[in-house]
Nanobody, 130 residues
Framework: EVQLVESGGGLVQAGGSLRLSCAASGFAFADSAIGWFRQAPGKEQEGILC????????YYADSVKGRFTISSDNAKNTVYLQMNSLKPEDTAVYYC???????????????????????WGQGTQVTVSS
């Protein structure tokens, strides 16, 4: 079965950095994509960035652009989220997710922000102190 496991969360001071990992298995990683989402208590889930593994194309939400970077290692079936210049408002549970099929979206010229994400990891807590 498809499995995604996040790791790397923790407590960090504002202005610091963390690197999250999403280890994937059970599907054709190189033909798919990984998106990162986050949810803070009392707030709606927010899609923050994603990558299409095959061609390396990416999408960044304005809230993280310039601070966060997503990358994919197809040999390891792992996607990384490098988070720099962290702010207290970045505090949330961070989830990675994968779509079941991206071929239709790709044929329409849509980037990974438009994919339907079907498989989800358990989440990892990121806490940024002021």
């Amino acid at each position: 079965e498809v499995q995604l496991v996040e790791s790397g969360g923790g407590l960090v001071q504002a202005g610091g950095s963390l690197r999250l990992s999403c280890a994937a298995s059970g599907f054709a990683f190189a033909d798919s994509a990984i998106g990162w989402f986050r949810q803070a208590p009392g707030k709606e889930q927010e899609g923050i960035l994603c990558i299409t593994n095959g061609d390396g194309s990416t999408y960044y939400a304005d809230s993280v652009k310039g601070r966060f970077t997503i990358s994919s290692d197809n040999a390891k079936n792992t996607v990384y989220l490098q988070m720099n210049s962290l702010k207290p408002e970045d505090t949330a549970v961070y989830y990675c997710a994968a779509p079941e099929d991206i071929t239709t979206a790709q044929a329409m010229g849509l980037n990974c922000s438009h994919y339907e994400y079907d498989y989800w990891g358990q989440g990892t807590q990121v806490t940024v102190s002021s």
